[in-house]
């Protein structure tokens, strides 16, 4: 089975554009978040969506959005982007909510680079 | 509040030789507590977890990790280390009572050296 895949794997954008990243989970998966990492720092939660609902919030700027669809893929949508901004975007899956005692699995990332 | 602590950015072992990878947390309810791998240019990898039951557990890889709660750590350790295991080590926290998202450390890298 595939795990997480994301796409792009890299994007280049310059300050003020948007960008909007994609996620598909593992397959059974009907769990999302989303993670921010910046070079030399471990990763931020974003995001997480569970059954197109978003469940969490993390301390992220309004500029910063996501959805998940019905087949439980995901989108990360970044507006008025920052050179703060640029870092490897993480997306995870899990089976369901409130699993607290499962690991969630981790796709490859994007890397977004602001110019 | 959670927050997990990695004290050491870098940790250098000899090929051979027992290695650790410390990590301190703090959270208010019962921790469930995790270990991910990061290769270069690839995302998060899980190695190992810490629930409930014995404080030593035993993960991917020959890794395996001891809880200790009166210490509020949860250390990465291996017996005898690979050249391969270079890479940057991430230790998470989720909170029993609380998010369901991870509280990740900063990072420990470890370099391995032959």
């Known amino acids: 089975d595939a795990g997480v895949t994301q796409s792009p794997t890299h994007l280049i954008k310059t300050r003020g554009q948007q960008v909007t990243l994609r996620c598909s989970p593992i397959?059974?998966?009907?769990?999302v978040s989303w993670y921010q990492q910046v070079l030399g720092q471990g990763p931020q939660f974003i995001f997480q969506?569970?059954?197109?609902?978003?469940?969490g919030r993390g301390n992220f700027p309004d500029r910063f959005s996501a959805r998940q669809f019905p087949n439980y893929s995901s989108e990360l949508n970044v507006n008025a982007l920052l050179l703060g901004d640029s870092a490897l975007y993480l997306c995870a899956s899990s089976a369901r909510l409130g699993q607290r005692n499962q690991p969630q699995h981790f796709g490859d990332g994007t890397r977004l680079s602001i110019l | 509040a959670q927050s997990v602590a990695q004290p050491e950015d870098q940790v250098n072992v000899a090929e051979g030789n027992p290695l650790t990878v410390k990590c301190t947390y703090s959270v208010s309810g019962n921790p469930y507590l995790f270990w991910y791998v990061q290769y270069p240019n690839r995302g998060l990898q899980f190695l190992l977890k810490y629930i409930t039951g014995d404080n030593l557990v035993k993960g991917s890889y020959g890794f395996e990790a001891e809880f200790n709660k009166s210490q509020t750590s949860f250390h990465l350790k291996k017996p005898s280390a690979l050249v391969s295991d270079s890479a940057l080590y991430f230790c998470a926290v989720r909170d029993g009572d609380g998010a369901n998202n991870l509280f990740f450390g900063t990072g420990t890298r470890l370099t391995v050296i032959p």
């Open positions: 969506y569970y059954e197109k609902e978003e469940r």
């Open positions: 397959s059974g998966h009907k769990s």
